[in-house]
Structures are given as C-alpha cells and as structure tokens.
C-alpha cells in the first residue's frame, strides 16, 4: 500500500493540480510578521479591514487548525481557453470568467482530505484558498512552488502566474516533499511596474493596493473612482495587465476545470450589451461567478464610470 503523501500526490494530480508541495508547519517569521504591519500601517490596503483582523491567526497555523504539523499547497491554473475579445467590449478579469474559485478549489482540496480518511484513518483538516487569514503565498514560496514577483504576485518558473493557491492544513506529519525554493527570475525586467496604469506597483516588490483597478473595481463601492476612466483600460472587474505582460505568461497553458468555463454568451457581448445590461441577464450569465460579489449595481457602477 503506497504511503499516506503518496497517495495525496497521485490523487492532486488527479485533481488537475498544476503543482504541489508538502511541507511542515510553522510559525511565521518576525520579520514577515513586521513588513505585513508595516504596510497595513501605511494604509495601502484601504478599505479591506478584513486584512488588519485576526493578526494572530495569520501568522500561526495552529491557531487555524488546532495541532496543525502539515501543511499542502497547491496551484490551480485558471488561464481561459477562450479569451474574451478585448475590441469594442469591457473586460473583466480571466480569474472570474467561470465559478468562483473558492467553491471549485476548496471542493476539490475536501475531497482528496475525504479520500485520504478513507484509506487511512481519520485526522483533523481544513482547506483554504483565500477565505482566512492565511499568507498564500509565503507557503507556496517554501514550498518551492515559486517566487514573489515584482507585480508582487507568486510566479512559478513552468507555469507563470495565472492560478489559483489553496491549502490543506492537517494534523498529522507527512513526508516533506517541498521542492528547493525558486530563485528570484525577475532580474532587471520592469514590465509590470511600467505597465500598470495606476501605478498601483510604485516600486519593485511593492503595491498600494489602494491604486489597484482590482481594487477599484471590487473594493472600493463609491461610485467616485480613485483613477481616472481612462485608466481603467476597460476593466470593469479585476485586473490582468500585470499578469499579461510578465514573459513567464508568454506561453500560457489553458485550464483543464469544465467550472472555469465561461458562460457562452459571455464572449458574444460587446460594450452596448454591457452598458444595456439587465439584472436578469446579469444573474444567469454570472451565475455562480466571483462577479456576483460587486453585484449587479456594482457592474453597472464601474461601467458607468469607465464610460465617461
């Protein structure tokens, strides 16, 4: 019979995981415990209170998950199929063409925790991808499953930075499977920080989330915008530009999650079906969707602005 990580390997891949580690769990580092601080300090994270709570718990994983000494993170490649025509049309950001990724990810992390008590017994768990206080990426930097970017998202070597990260904190010790941590591959190219529109990337390694259009047109709910319409390049929900010009998302792969999929009539809209919108068309076409958190007024909201 293979061994419990063995098992939780074949069964990621199963899954449709890009990329795994395994690797112990552990208190944060002081000095991540005081940057963090130090940009929550400098209010660069506006209106996102949620990010100033539960300090402890974001820093601790067995506050999280009593008696926690593993930890699984995984990537989940969201890049369409299918783009969304750029011409004549609005955008919104590739990560919320299809279902929300907090439903899909989290179904598939429970599932293989599910499986594994089958074969092996019981043991305490909890899956996470976004929805706790959890720092995602510095778990999947240890575990080798990439580097922190300039844009200051996490960039895998193979598969650039178009996924999703989730983990599975357990109870009980698993084989270390964490690859060698990446080596920073940004050098001296500066695309993003060039390419943001914003500015919201005003130093290399470093956001005022604040200026992000993900921000603007998520977040923030005046009907009054930071940026200027024209800054918003289109984008009516989230933001790609950053993603789109890194030379590690030259060649992207497409997703392989029938969830992810857009709703068809998705890439048939252009910027007068956008702008004459029905709040019925909008729930069946979203339906599901990471969308759905603006809502309808929110959508409505940022065209009108952007539309100026």
Known sequence: MPSLSHFIK???????????????????????????????????????????????????????????????????????????????NYRIAKYAYGKDYHEVLKGKLNRIAEKCQEHFGSFGYRAFTDSAPIPDRYWAKIGGLGWIGKNTLLIHQSHGSFFFIGHLFLDITLEDTSNPIQTDQCLDCNKC????????????????????????????????????????????????????????????????????????????????????????????????SAVKRVKYKGLKQNINWIKK
């Open 193 to 288: 920080l060039q390419a943001c529109p914003t500015q919201a990337l005003f130093a290399p390694y470093r956001m005022d989330a604040t200026k992000c259009l993900s921000y603007q047109t998520i977040e923030n709910k005046d009907a009054i915008k930071g940026p200027p319409p024209k800054k918003f390049r289109n984008f009516i929900y989230g933001c790609d530009i950053c993603q789109d010009i890194c030379p590690f998302n030259k060649s992207p792969q497409a997703h392989q999650t029938k969830e992810f999929e857009a709703h068809p009539d998705l890439y048939l809209m252009n910027k007068k079906d956008w702008e004459t919108l029905e709040p019925m068309k909008f729930g069946e076409i979203f339906r599901g």
């Open 10 to 88: 074949k069964e990621i891949k199963d899954a449709g995981f890009l990329d795994y580690s395994i690797h112990q769990a552990h208190a944060l580092p002081k000095e991540l415990q005081e940057a963090y601080q130090h940009w929550i300090d400098q209010g660069f994270h506006g209106k996102m209170k949620y990010l100033e709570n539960h300090m402890d718990l974001r820093f601790n994983p067995e506050l999280l998950l009593p008696g926690c000494k593993s930890i699984i993170t995984v990537l989940l490649n969201y890049y369409p199929k299918e783009k969304i025509t750029i011409n004549d």
